[in-house]
């Protein structure tokens, strides 16, 4: 035991038998956060209204800990209002775990959801919408969807996507994402699988760019309301990088060391809310939680080993095996999952093949006519509509 937690195992120790008095000059005499915090719980746990002006003077310690600490103690007087108003001021606190807790006692996060939580609309229900994302989505209700997982169009780096600027591309994705977090329902997921980009060099007297994706989203993320919850490697074989070390394994020369990249990441995020995950489950009646437990085996790490795949027609697809992990370790069955960037539809097959239901936009013609084609291989009742406009007027029918 160190010597921090013996004096700590005293204080618990002599927590009945001294007053506050005692438990006091230990506060003030000790300089261990952690002994102080629990001087001040050893206190707050008598509930007597003479240790308030006590706990107030700590709200303006320096110390985060101690200052929440002092609100536990004080949240026993919540229906006294000058303390609740005091407390209420903390909102603007600079730490950020001390803004979450004022702001899941005095301001809880409020639900646009006009539906049950487990619950959708007909009209999003295995629908793929062959227009662009954040035009379709403008006709999608607040908080429709369980699930998000996609991979955006690279930057630059496929025949598919060219933006005037990277500022654009973020700008573009961020508006995207904005609508994502939107149509997102309270506490749930959002996964993104990306990673850096290389644009080839102009010429031989230019250098490459790499552009950092996943770094540069996570900032745009944070900002719209996501939090970061994990981030998941998708580690490749080898043989299926792009070689970038040849030169290096010849010269050998520091500074031009190019590792191949055999890594993607998958960033996971959660809309913010106060409530805990455990409120997302208990929204589920006990025979889905039950039908959508994960058997079987499971990564128990954040790499995942799996193979990348090649498509006839598209030259960026997910692997079936990624969606399907996706899909059960963070939707349950009968869950409605989106893909903004449908591509050929994997997440869409992914979804029909593990009980939930989806709903995906996919910009371009060719890539839509193999989505359908391999969709409609899958499942015999997905709604294709070839436009926007298609998708209003079923959209309309269906309300
Ligand atoms: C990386 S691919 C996704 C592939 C997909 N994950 C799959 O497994 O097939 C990105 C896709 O986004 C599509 N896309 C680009 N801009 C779009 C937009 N504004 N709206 C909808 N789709 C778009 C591209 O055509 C491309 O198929």
Known sequence: ?????????????????????????????????????????????????????????????????????????????????????????????????????????????????????????????????????LKVLQEVPDESFHLTFTSPPYYNARDYSIYISYQEYLRFLEKVFKEVHRTTKEGRFFLLNTSPVIIPRAGRKYASKRYPIPYDLHNILVDLGWEFIDDIIWLKPEASAKNRIGGFMQHRKPLAYKPNSVTEMVMVYRKKTDKLIDWNIKQYPKEIIEKSLVNGSFETTNVWKINPTNHKVHSAVFPLELCEKVIKYYSFVGDIVFDPFGGVGTLAKAAILNERLFFTTELDKNYFLAL???????????????????FKEYKNAKS
């Open 372 to 390: 359908k084609k391999e969709l409609s291989q899958t499942l015999s009742q997905v709604k294709f509509l070839s436009s926007l406009k298609e």
């Open 1 to 133: 035991m160190t010597t921090i937690q013996k004096k700590i195992s005293f204080l618990k120790d002599r927590a009945k038998f001294e007053d506050e008095e005692f438990f006091k000059n230990v506060f003030y005499n000790e300089n261990s956060s952690l002994v102080k915090r629990e001087a001040i719980s050893s206190i707050g746990r008598k509930r007597k209204r003479e240790n308030i002006p006590f706990f107030l003077e700590l709200l303006k310690d320096k110390d985060p800990n101690i200052v929440l600490q002092a609100i536990r103690a004080l949240l026993v007087f919540k229906s006294d209002q000058k303390i609740t108003n005091r407390l209420k001021e903390l909102v603007n606190h600079p730490n950020e775990i001390i803004q979450d807790v004022i702001k899941k006692e005095f301001f809880p996060t409020k639900s646009k959801d006009k539906l049950p939580h487990t619950q959708t609309y007909d009209f999003l229900k295995n629908c793929a919408v062959n227009d662009d994302v």
